[in-house]
Structure formats: C-alpha cells, structure tokens
C-alpha cells in the first residue's frame, strides 16, 4: 500500500508540466483576478494597524480556504505574520515560502487611478472592464499599491496550490508560508519572530518570493539581497525663514549648504567619495563572478526604456553595479518650489539618503563613515534640532538621523540547496538567469542569522513595475508564469 | 477772507504732533484693530479672482466712509487697483502713496493658527482676547497673512485720516492712493496699469508704503528696490521613479545631479560664480555711501536673532550685501523626506531660485547668464520636460523657465523731492534711518520709466515679520507708529 502510494505520487509527479497549468490558469482568469483584487485594494501601510490587520486575516483566510493549516504568529505592536503550514509524510526537506503583504507609503495625486482601487489597463493603457471579459492580453497590467510588490506572489502561490490540485501534482517536500507584515517598514520584528518562533520556523531554504524578475523577462532566481540603512539629513540656516529680498546674500541659505554638502559625497559618476565606504566589500567567488557573466545584457535596453544616454559607474553594467554599496538620495525638499515656491531663505533643507549595503558592509558602520564625512566638511552633527547654544557654537549644524537597518546577504551557488533549487526550475526554465545578489534589500540576515537557514530569491513580478512609487503595476503575464514558478518549487522533492 | 484761511490752515498744520496722534490712536485701539481684522481676514492670492475682489471691495469702502473720492482701476485679467483722490486747492505738489492688498501663498499646515483667522498674542505668546480688552501691550502682535504685508499700511494711511480729521491737521499736498492687487504675483499689469491710467497717475513722488523698518525699529525711509526674477530649474534623472535598490548606483540620481549643480553656482561664501554675475553694477553715489555708513549697526542683533554664527559675504554688513544682486535658493524638491520618503532613484529634482538684481542690472540678461552657466556645466538647456529624442541625445538635461522679473530702481538722495520727505520726516523723527535700498523688490521700475516719476519707500512694518512665510505678524507698536509716519507725510506740503 505504501509502495503503491509512492509510486502514485511519483506518477502525479511527472504531471508538473507548465503547459497544464498555463491551461488550467486561462480557463479561470477572471476568478482569479476576482479573488486577487480584494486583496490589493485594502490599503497595507504597516503603520496603519486596522487595515494591516484585515490584509493578514484575508490572507489567513484564503489559506484556510485551501486547507493550508494557517495561524497568525503575533507579536506586541507588530502585524501579525500569517503562518502556514502543509506537511507532508515522508518528506526530506522542508521549504519555507516567504512573501510581504504590506506595502510602500503613497501619494494619491501622483496616481493616475486611485492607489487602492485595482484597475487593468491594456498594453495601450486603456482600462479594461476585467468583471465582464472573459480574455485577456497577457501585457495587461493590472495598477494597485503592493499589486507586485508584494502581494502577487502570494496570489501565485494560492493559485499554484489550486491547479496542482486540480492538476493532481501532489507536493513531495513539507511546505512552509510565512507572510510578514512590515517589510517596506524595515521589518523590525523579524528577528524577533525568528527567536520567538524558532521551531516553527525550522526548514531547510527560505525561498523569498519577492522583487522583480531580470529585466529581459527571463525567470530568474537571486541569491542574494543588498542590506539598507535610510538617513535623514538636514542642514539649518536661519532660526526662521526669512525673506529673500531682504535677507537673501546676508543669511546663509540651508538648501545651497546641503547642495554644496550633497555634492562632496561623490564624484559626479557614482563612485561614492565618503572616506571608506567601499572598505569590507567582500570579494565574489569565482561561482558568483561566472553567474554575473551569464546575465543577460539589459542595459542598452534599461537605458532606452528609462530614457538615459550615461549610467553612474562609467558604463559598467547594473548587475556590477549591484554588487556595490550605494548611496542614493531618495529626496530632497526646502520650503517650496513651483506654485508653492515662496521668496524666502529657508530655515532648514532636508535630504532623505538610502544606503545600500553589500556583503562585508555593516549598516551602522555605514552610517558612521557617512558622519564622519559630515564632519570632515565642517559640520556639527546632532541628533536633534540644534538648540540656540549649539547655534552660537556653530556655523554649519547637520542634523544625522538613521532609521534601523540592516546588512546584506548572500547564499553561496554552490550549496547543495542551491544547486536543487536551481535544476528544478532549469527543468522548467532552461533560460533561468542566476542573479548572485537582487539589488533591492530584504532584511533577510535574520534567517541566515537567527535560523542558521539559506534564502533563495524567487522573483517572479515584472521590473517595470513601477514599484516604491506610484502607478505600481503587475503585468499579467509575470502573474500566469509567477503560477508555474510557484507550483514547481511547491511540488519539488 | 483768503489770507485768513491760509493762516488758519497753517495754524492747523503746527497740529501735527506725535503725542496728540498716539493718544487719539491710544483712545481707540480696539475699534482700530475691529475695522483691520476683517481686512485680514479675507483670503488675497492674487490669483484668487473672487476672494481678491472682496479685499478691493472693503478697501474701496473703506475709503469711501472716510470721503475719499474712489474708485476701481480695472484692466482684463488683473485684480483691480483701489484708487483714491483727495484735491487740495492751491497744492504744490501731488503724493501718491502705493501698498498693496494681495499676499504671499498659504500653506496652511505650517502656520499656528490658520492664516486667515486673526489671533492677537502677547509679547510671551499667548492669545490676547482682543475684542474684550481695552489695552493692549504694543509688543503683542497680530498674525495673519498679509497683516504686514502689505495690508497694515493700508490701515495705517486710513487711521491717519481719522487722525488727522479728528485733530484737525489739514493736508496741503495733492494726495492719492493707488493700493493694487498683484505685487506678489510679480505686478504683472501694473505697466499696463501706469499706460492707461498715466494722466490720473500723475505726481510728484510715489510713496512705496511697504516692507519692513530698519531692524533696529527706527522709522526708516528707503529710496530703492532690488529688482527679481524667479526661475525654476529641474533635472532630469531616469523617466520614471526606479526602486533604489535595484537602480541605485547605476541610474543617475537628479536629486545629486541638482545638488552638483547648484554647488557650482556659489563658492560657499555667498559669491555668485555664475559668469558676469556681478557686471553692469552701477556704483553708489558719494550721498549713497554717506547714508549706508550712517545706518545703525544691526548685524550682530540679527545673527544673535536667527541663530546665525556666520553670515554670507565674508562678514559684510547686511546693507552692503543688500547693495549686490543674489541668487538665492528659495525651494528644493525631488520625491519625499520624513515620512513621504520613498526609496527611489527620484524621476527629476527642481530649485526654484530667485534672482535679486540692483540697479544696472537687466533681468532678462541675468537669467541668460544663469543659463549660459548651465550649459557651461554640461547641462542641455531647455524649456519643456525632455522628448525622448532629447533624453538620447544629451546626458545632462535641464529645464529652466523663469517668470517675467522686472528690474531694480534706485532714487537719488540729492533730488529736492528726496530732500523734503527727509526733512519732513526728519522733524517727527531725528533717528530717522536711511536706506539707499531695500533687499526686498516692488516693481517700481514702472513709475520711473512709464510715470517719470521718482519712488521713496515709506516702511512701517516690524522687520520680524515672518513676510512670505508661516505665522506673518504684525507687532502693534508698528502699526501705531505707522499712524504718525503717515499723517506726516499726509500733511506735508
């Protein structure tokens, strides 16, 4: 009987034929959709505690639906993480699927539609009146907040769960689904759910179904993520604003001491002039510098797309440039510009900076050298607003503050994990490309750290997503193959 | 029967005396701040067609109650100007005394208490429950927009005639009125104002009733305005906002780009670099230099006041500064900060900045310059967000538009009219304070090139007015000297 039956799940095996599911999936497009889009229009900032909530027990509740045996991990002042959990007698290897339900903040004026209202727009851009068509172009792209990052893969591992079984392809691994709540917030529980549920979360690889698939719109598998820290800098001129006309080449302007300030920190081509900052980059090995090789070229394309002649790092490509720590300015502001503008000196201007990380980089040093550069051109730095004293004491005044972050990882290509991972997908995907690090940031040390557990990127949702700003879109086409990519790794062995 | 009259109005005229108008101001404060603060209180962006109507309104009939021969000034698509007219048989001469009735944009978020709602505060802060008091402390200050700027010397000009009637103190020049509805949208009409109405706009001097006393809070005259030109620089980065991650490193970042740029045009000291900056400078005239050596010394005042240790100029004085044309960074804008940040490579970052120009300078050949600079820097210039054919051609792309600036103007010390306001004045006032100019522009290039007529500026207002930005105010010691200055001059000869 026991034989029979593995010889039973063997045969059901061999049915993992992309083909099948492609067909399963076009049958039942719209029900898809139908049950996806509720999801993507409940708003999921991780700050706003009702609705972060109704996102995790929708989720929660969808696993039930399939009979996934499904449970809200809480912790004080986190959302809930939604845990799932199928197990499978037998099994050699345990898989944990890992997935964000919450999203980047939004500024609804700069959404063509409503950034929680899902609408489908073909590839000219028109909408589609999805509840009452039964076809859809593949290069539809369906808008909403997190509608790629990063609820899709949660939507495309439900569906594979349906067609494998519709589709009779049993899974052979036991399977594990953690959907966390506060990624684009930074993650900061995640450790702590790490320590707290330890056992629950045992496995043998996080597959972290997240970020985008290589520009070439090829399947594509990372190994590592860039860690991040985010600084606030700004500079202080005059207690107050004052009047441009009768202050302006007296009083010294804050927006022109942060430009000057701004301007030390590179060299006009991207190398990054903050003494040390490339310091602890640990090298590549000859498996990771091999993959990088293989990528497929994209930048021409990127550049067409983006509408860029040059690229920092004097024409080395993206996926070099990834392998590096960054230092990006995500935005600047100073009393106001446009109809806001007014003729003042301002008081005070603000950058906002995110460094990215790279395996060796600890993202408190990071910040420390960024100080230490401020320093170096004169500033006092502080924590706070300078108080009048500190004034008196001193002409230039930065105000440093640094969210928590947190440091880069990487998985070697030559783990036997890895190499599993990677044959099972090929057989599906004999084009997958093999990224050895996303540039995107995804606080994934704590796996590696607190769970002593390998993570591999399963990315599966277009790079043209316009995620982190607004119009985020899902093309559908990375929903229908994210489908297939989900059910072979949840069917591999 | 004639000689008779004469004598009695001068015997009138001796009336003029500053105790008499503080007590009869003394007398009635708060039906004074009764009739200003619905004046206040009505909205007044120039481009608020409706709202700036009802401010024309009021002051309209507010000269009329006082029996001031008034009417609108009306062009197409301009806020009308309030003019008035007061007749003096056997006048010498014609005053015209010029304010304004419109304000600076709102952004209601920054103010204390919202911008249209007039709250008095005490010295420490406090509201003052101004309706139910009868003294006030005149270091409590009235906040709204506009309060000083420039509405307060409306008031002050229509307290002076009740003064004046009261007391009896006859005027003897021919007197006009020309408040306008637009200065701070750059008086876009007042040429067109100036052709039409040339022959009823016809005197001997206008009297600029705006912008703030010396900082020392003597009584002030100032006898010419920095000119401006505001222009708006944006560059480009990626098309649209890419996740930082991702991109970051590789896509150049606009916000750094900006930065860059903008270093460039300053050498941390305040001086312009742009070339030619400081050519076709008139130099100051021998009265020019005496009048700017005589000011009172304020600079360590102001610094104590802003929290500033060092100051633009190599430590010049602000007078002398004032005396330069600027270039002043007046906002910044690439995606968000604080809690709007987002991490992405931003799409472009914009400066609006504003161009202060001095006598000789032209302000169309200075923003050439600044453009000129631009391309200096690499940057193709250009008037529209960039095609696509563009973005393939030129790496460095900027947008510069500027709105239509006017130049600056300088009256001489020595004409006889500049003598006679000065000496006037001089009698109420020995510690008069004299200004060859003042920092701030009024486009009064209008009534020397198209009226021939010479400008004297009459400030009354508080210096720490906080003009043009959040919390405006209006300290009440101003507005009751602001009585005596202008029943002054009202009654000059």
Known sequence: ???????????????????????????????L???????????????????????????HSMLKQRGVSSRLLELEGA??????????????????????????????????????????RDAKGQPVDWENASVFDAESRLYARSVSDDKAPIMAILAALDAMKALGIRHQANLKFFFEGEEEAGSPHLEQFAKTYKELLAGDVWLICDGPVHQNRQPSLYFGVRGVTAVELTVYGPK???????????????????????????????????????????????????????????????????????????????????????????GLESAGTGNSARNVVPAKATASLDLRLVKGNDHRRQVEKL???????????????????????????????????????????????????????????????????LGGSVPLWVFEQELQTPMIGVPIV???????????????????????????LLAMP
């Open 240 to 330: 107050r604003e004052l009047h441009s006309g009768h202050y302006g080449n007296w009083a010294p302007n804050p927006a022109m001491m942060l430009s000057r300030l701004l301007a030390t920190m590179t060299d006009g081509e991207g190398k990054v002039l903050v003494a040390g900052f490339y310091d602890e980059v640990l090298p590549l090995s000859a498996a990771e510098r091999q993959a990088l090789l293989a990528v497929p070229a994209v930048d021409e394309q990127l550049k067409e797309e983006l509408g860029l002649v040059n690229t920092d790092g004097s024409g080395a490509r993206l996926v070099e440039r990834i392998m590096l720590p960054s230092l990006n300015i995500r």
């Open 33 to 59: 959709l139908s049950e996806f889009i509720p999801l993507v229009e409940i708003p999921n900032r991780a700050s706003d505690k009702a609705n972060i909530r109704r996102n995790a027990d929708l989720v």
């Open 371 to 437: 100080r230490a550069h401020l320093r170096l051109q004169g500033y006092f730095v502080t924590a706070q607003d300078p108080t009048d004293d500190e004034r008196r004491k001193h002409s230039k005044i930065a105000k440093l503050t640094a969210r928590e972050g947190y440091n880069a990882v990487r998985t070697s290509l030559d783990l036997p994990i890895s190499r599993d991972v990677i044959a099972t997908l090929r057989k599906t995907y004999p084009n997958l490309v093999l990224l050895p690090a």
């Open 462 to 488: 277009n790079h043209d997503n316009s995620q982190h700003s607004f119009n985020e879109n899902l093309r559908l086409a990375n929903l229908w193959e994210g489908i297939v990519t989900m059910a072979t």
């Open 1 to 31: 009987m026991r034989l029979l039956l593995a010889l039973f799940v063997l045969t059901l095996n061999a049915q993992v034929d992309p083909r099948s599911i492609h067909e399963w999936r076009q049958a039942r497009e719209r029900a």
């Open 79 to 120: 959302p809930p993480v939604v845990f799932g959990e199928i197990s499978t007698p037998g099994a050699k290897r345990t898989l944990i699927f890992y997935a964000h339900y919450d999203g980047q903040p939004v500024d609804p004026r700069e959404w063509t539609s409503p950034p929680f209202t899902a609408v489908l």
